[in-house]
């Protein structure tokens, strides 16, 4: 996110020549931030971010220009607030993965799976919260979870020992040993998933299930897919390593 705006921030104040008698008549500091905007939410649109990021890159300048003029905030706030988001969403920057919450009802769902398919020990790569991790280790499966954000994977494993459910480890997807389980769960993007098809087919057992919340592997046939009736209309779609 802070990638795309300082580079936005680059092209307007290299393109301001050009604009140059458009800034005069808004006022410069109107002018740019306008510019500002829209150079950031094009340059998210071109990277193929997820809608909702074009908001979110479109409210950020909009938002430090009123913080900084409106309020008596110290600046230093937006700075540490602007930090705390590149942690938390760090996974955007290196795989275009945004953060997305398994719902309860998928929670619910998976455990079930789980014991359809007798799974003893299961993987969350990008945990998030860790809420999958402890539903599964409620349901007396071992399961744990990999999170590349340092705040989110401090968060989860503070709330894990807290609960005495699972176990969520800081690091890399890409680095995960996935040859002792089961079954791995993921809820990514499109990115990734030939990418991770690859890698579980290297590396997990024969008959180990690969489990998507709502995003397909191209020319993949699924084993199986529920459908599952929360309000997002959430599908799972279950795939067998060979």
Known sequence: MLLVQFAALLLVKFSATIW????????????????????????????????????????????????????????????????????????????????????????????????????????????????????????????????????LAWFSQVWCRWSGLGQVSRGDMWQTDLSQVDMVYVFLSPVPMTRLWQKASAEMKSGALLVSNSFAIEDVEPLEVWELSDGRQTQLLIYQIP
């Open 20 to 151: 140059v008698d458009w800034l005069i008549g808004l006022s410069y500091v109107k002018g740019f931030l306008l510019l500002q905007v829209g150079l950031s939410v094009l340059l998210s649109w071109l990277m193929g971010l997820p809608r909702w990021w074009l908001w979110v890159q479109a409210v950020l300048p909009l938002g430090l220009y009123w913080g900084a003029t409106q309020t008596l905030v110290d600046p230093l706030w937006f700075a540490l607030g602007a930090l705390l988001l590149m942690l938390v969403f760090s996974a955007v920057l290196k795989d275009r993965v945004p953060l997305y919450l398994t719902n309860n009802i998928t929670h619910q769902a998976l455990v079930e799976l789980a014991q359809t398919y007798q799974v003893k020990s299961m993987l969350d790569l990008g945990s998030g919260l860790g809420g999958v991790v402890r539903a599964l280790a409620g349901a007396g499966i071992e399961a744990k979870g990999v999170e590349y954000s340092p705040v």
